[in-house]
């Protein structure tokens, strides 16, 4: 594997699941991030971690709970999601702060 | 201020044309100026980037032109082709931040 993966791609859920979007950076990066990317809105930052510490947080709602293991991993933690969380969830790599992003394919997110 | 305005929100052109696309900001602590394609189904990609000492910078077909007296900047598709089809997003950073400010994209489409 290359690049920065994600699973699952797409992703079902009932507003009473939980389920986990699981990231994977094999670039040798320090810092990682996830987005919200809703159609005909700018890409929302949620989080960002740099050598897994959490350094932004963009007021994300608690329902979304992000966890970095290591340099290398990055899940976000789905809880009691709301219809209008659905939308494409994007994962990213940066070697530092202003670093050019790499991103993954993302994971197509439907809650019902 | 933290945002960026980005238009037009789509774009058809025919093959060889030169599609413009045009981003505007109003924080002058920006510093960090790149623009990102997305194919469906794709991640976005970094596709070329600027600084703002800098009034123009060329990438093979592709070009920045920046203005900073006008807090503008754009991307310039030369000899755009049907495989430039895609969607385009310009954003913005701020100096020592992993925040980048993301504008709404603009979907192209090259004819053949």
């Known amino acids: 594997e290359t690049g920065v993966t994600q699973t699952p791609r797409h992703l079902v859920m009932g507003m009473t699941n939980k389920k986990s979007l699981k990231c994977e950076q094999h670039?040798?990066?320090?810092?990682m991030y996830w987005y919200k990317q809703s159609a005909k809105k700018p890409l929302e930052l949620m989080f960002v971690?740099?050598?897994?510490?959490?350094?932004e947080n963009n007021s994300v709602p608690s329902r979304f709970s992000p966890e970095c293991p290591n340099s290398s991993h990055l899940f976000l933690h789905l809880h009691t999601l709301q219809p209008e969380d659905s939308a494409l969830y994007l994962c990213?790599?940066?070697?530092?702060?202003?670093?050019?992003?790499?991103f993954g394919p993302g994971t197509r997110l439907t809650v019902t | 201020q933290q945002q960026v305005k980005q238009s037009p929100q789509s774009l058809i052109v025919q093959k060889g044309g030169i599609p413009i696309i045009n981003c505007a900001y109003e924080?002058?602590?920006?510093?960090?100026f790149p623009w990102y394609q997305q194919f469906p189904g794709k991640g976005p990609a970094l596709l070329i980037a600027?600084?703002?000492?800098?009034s123009e910078k060329k990438e093979g077909r592709f070009t920045i032109s920046f203005n900073k007296s006008a807090k503008q900047f754009s991307l310039h598709i030369m000899d755009s082709q049907p495989g430039d089809s895609a969607t385009y997003f310009c954003?913005?950073?701020?100096?020592?931040?992993?925040?980048?400010?993301f504008g709404t994209g603009t979907r192209l489409k090259v004819l053949a």
């Open positions: 600027i600084r703002p000492d800098v």
């Open positions: 971690y740099s050598l897994e510490e959490r350094v």
């Open positions: 990213a790599s940066s070697v530092t702060q202003q670093g050019e992003q790499y």
């Open positions: 670039l040798g990066h320090n810092a």
């Open positions: 954003a913005a950073s701020l100096p020592g931040t992993y925040k980048y400010i």
């Open positions: 924080n002058t602590a920006f510093d960090y």
